[in-house]
Every structure is written in C-alpha cells, then in structure tokens.
C-alpha cells in the first residue's frame, strides 16, 4: 500500500514556472514506476509524464518535452515534476501516480497500469 501527496501547485503567469511534489508513504517506494497526469476544466484526465523506478528512464507526452522534467528521490520518497513555460491551457488539476508492475516502459500512458493516486494538486496558469 502507498500514499501518495502532492504538493507545490498555485497560480503563476503564462511563461512561468513551478515544480510538483508527489511524496510517497511506505518503504517500498523505490520499487514504484511513477507517473504524473492531469485533468483540465471539463476534459479527460491525461498522461504527463512518467519515470522508471531506478529513475533511468522517463517518459513524456509529446505537448511537454522539452519542457517539463520528472525526477525522483528514491531516499525521499519523492518524485518531482518541474514545469517550465507554463501555458494558460496547462492549468489542471495534477496528479501523482504509483505503478507496481513494471511495464512502463509500453504502458506508462496507459491509467489502468497505475495502482495508487494522490488527491492531486491545482495548477492554474494565468494569460
């Protein structure tokens, strides 16, 4: 069983940046493959981005490379997400994902692959 809490969502300006938090209860953490999704006013939750649970392998949705960057902190119990030129149509709610089974590496956008969310955090991007 994982928890997991995300924080460091708010309000920034269009161009601006912010880095999420996603910390994990449990010892086993480290044997996680994490993932971070978000769901906008009205639309379908979607994949982000997602990292491997030795942190070697990251995987994004093509909107955000280049852009954002997920990290973990296996020591931490903690994976980040820094986020750079925000968009006004980034704002949504951000979610933290813990995968258990280890099949990232095809099925890391996929959210029936994820077995524990965090409540999420609100990320608003201002024009």
């Known amino acids: 069983q994982v928890q997991l809490v995300e924080s460091g969502g708010g309000l920034v300006q269009a161009g601006g940046s912010l880095r999420l938090s996603c910390a994990a209860s449990?010892?086993?953490?480290?044997?996680?493959?994490m993932g971070w999704f978000r769901q906008a006013p009205g639309k379908e939750r979607e994949f982000v981005t997602a990292i491997s649970w030795g942190g070697g392998s990251m995987y994004y949705a093509d909107s955000v490379k280049g852009r954002f960057t997920v990290s973990r902190d296996n020591a931490k119990n903690t994976v980040y997400l820094q986020m750079n030129s925000l968009k006004p149509e980034e704002t949504a709610v951000y979610y933290c994902?813990?995968?258990?089974?280890?099949?990232?590496?095809?099925?890391?956008?996929?959210?029936?692959?994820?077995?524990?969310w965090g409540q999420g955090t609100q990320v608003t991007v201002s024009s």
């Open positions: 994902a813990a995968d258990a089974n280890h099949r990232i590496t095809t099925l890391a956008r996929d959210q029936m692959e994820y077995d524990y």
């Open positions: 449990g010892r086993t953490f480290s044997s996680y493959d």
